[in-house]
């Protein structure tokens, strides 16, 4: 039953840098493996980052290795997307994942899911 709000969307220009933010609440007792997922106009939701919930084996998307960094902050409950050298292909709604059970999958039923923040990056 945890509530998952994102934040930190924008519109940007090709090259610059924008932090997302996930604040989740109202977990209790039970720890997640969270994650950001993104979806653009036309596609499907596709993966970009997870990691443990105590900060440990964060995992990229090819298409955003070496440029976006996932973190996370266990006082806060909050996890970060820092998303470097933007490009026009990382436009999308980005939303914010978190699953008790393991890693946030797209097609795990136990995945629970924010309202998601938009990011454009214009040419």
């Known amino acids: 039953q945890v509530q998952l709000a994102e934040s930190g969307g924008g519109l940007v220009q090709a090259g610059d840098s924008l932090r997302l933010s996930c604040v989740a609440s109202?977990?209790?007792?039970?720890?997640?493996?969270m994650g950001w997922f993104r979806q653009a106009p036309g596609k499907e939701r596709e993966f970009v980052a997870t990691?443990?919930?105590?900060?440990?084996?964060?995992k990229y998307a090819d298409s955003v290795k070496g440029r976006f960094a996932i973190s996370r902050d266990g006082a806060k409950n909050t996890i970060y997307l820092q998303m470097n050298s933007l490009k026009p292909e990382d436009t999308a709604v980005y939303y914010c994942?978190?699953?008790?059970?393991?890693?946030?999958?797209?097609?795990?039923?136990?995945?629970?899911w924010g309202q998601g923040t938009q990011v454009t990056v214009s040419l």
């Open positions: 994942a978190a699953d008790p059970m393991g890693v946030p999958r797209l097609t795990s039923g136990s995945a629970y």
């Open positions: 109202g977990g209790g007792f039970r720890v997640y493996h």
């Open positions: 990691i443990t919930w105590s900060g440990e084996n964060p």
